[in-house]
DNA sequence: CACTTGACCTGTCCGC
DNA sequence: TGCGGACAGGTCAAGT
């Protein structure tokens, strides 16, 4: 599920429903997804409280009052689902969880001293989660090569433009793509943005111009600024950990949309696939 | 080097 | 209904 908004929604329900907690126990199914050894596990996570809860890219980082950090990357499938039972009402979504979980998903399950717990599942097992110390996150080659944050207020048009400038012979959408360009921008939102800017996902970045350009980055922060407003997509079944619905999918212009009219100039929205991932666009308004 | 493709996994949906 | 193949909101390694 997760892109920058998904992500970033995860982090605010967290951040109100387990700082402050202390892990009692922890249980994992294989080392794939969470390398530690028992040993880091009782030493820096047993009986550590939770402290923060950040978010860099696509990536989690739950602190610990240990000096070490849980770092999480949900991949295509993670989630994070929170289940306290007295803190959901009868008929709530997240009321059946609590009886459902751990199921066959599930792959961490956090216990905390009061009785809540919390719990990583993911389907596809692409994603994972690991112990490090929280002084050596910024120095893991992923947070190296990882571009700014696009919502950040000292990411501008010009900055945006430099490091496109660095992927001249891909296509735009690739280089939205590219988290070394870019932080947190996935599937959906880069159909989104480059419907708002009239771009073309198969056009070479070199042949952008700055106009173009300028207005994707307007265009891009427009798009995740809203999604974040909205708490994310979310497919027919997914709830975030505080046991909300992100509701983005009803605002999306073009993704998902293959059939239905564009909603700029009535045109049928294609689909096809770009960058090795489903693409959509409007094959009129987006100039190749 | 820059860029593209395949691999990692499981579940679901769609066409025969 | 059964089966095969394509596909799914990401990233890295290996290939050209």
Redesign the pocket.
């Known amino acids: 599920?997760?892109?920058l908004p998904?992500v970033e929604t995860v982090r605010r329900g967290l951040t109100n429903l387990i700082i402050g907690k202390v892990v009692k126990s922890e249980t994992h199914d294989t080392e794939?997804g969470f390398p530690n050894t028992p040993q880091d596990v009782k030493q820096f996570l047993i009986g550590a409280s939770i402290v923060d809860v950040r978010r860099r890219?696509?990536v989690l980082m739950i602190d610990l009052s240990t000096g070490y950090s849980l770092l999480i990357?949900l991949?295509?499938t993670g989630q994070l689902v929170f289940v306290g039972e007295t803190r959901f009402g009868a008929g709530h979504p997240n009321d059946s969880l609590v009886n459902e979980l751990p199921d066959?998903s599930t792959r961490v399950t956090l216990d905390f001293e009061d009785g809540t717990k919390l719990f990583f599942n993911d389907?596809?097992?692409?994603g994972w989660v690991r112990l490090l110390p929280t002084a050596e996150i910024p120095n893991i080659?992923?947070m190296q090569k990882v571009g700014p944050e696009p919502l950040s207020a000292d990411f501008t048009a010009k900055d945006f433009i430099q490091r496109l400038a660095?992927?001249?012979?891909?296509?735009i959408k690739?280089a939205l793509?590219d988290?070394s360009v870019v932080a947190g921008i996935?599937?959906?939102y880069a159909d989104e943005s480059l419907w708002g800017a009239k771009i073309h996902p198969t056009r070479l970045v070199s042949l952008l111009t700055e106009a173009e350009m300028t207005l994707l980055y307007t265009e891009m922060r427009a798009v995740m600024n809203l999604a974040v407003e909205k708490g994310?997509?979310?497919?027919s079944t997914?709830v975030n950990a505080e046991g909300k619905k992100?509701s983005y999918m009803d605002f999306a212009r073009v993704f998902r949309r293959e059939g239905l009219e564009c909603p700029r100039c009535g045109s049928i929205i294609e689909k096809s696939?770009v960058?090795?991932?489903?693409t959509h666009t409007c094959p009129v308004c987006q100039v190749i």
């Open positions: 599920m997760p892109e998904e794939k890219a696509k990357h991949k295509m066959k389907q596809r097992k692409f080659p992923f660095r992927r001249p012979k891909t296509n690739a793509l988290q996935g599937n959906i994310g997509s979310s497919n997914y992100g696939r960058a090795g991932r489903g």
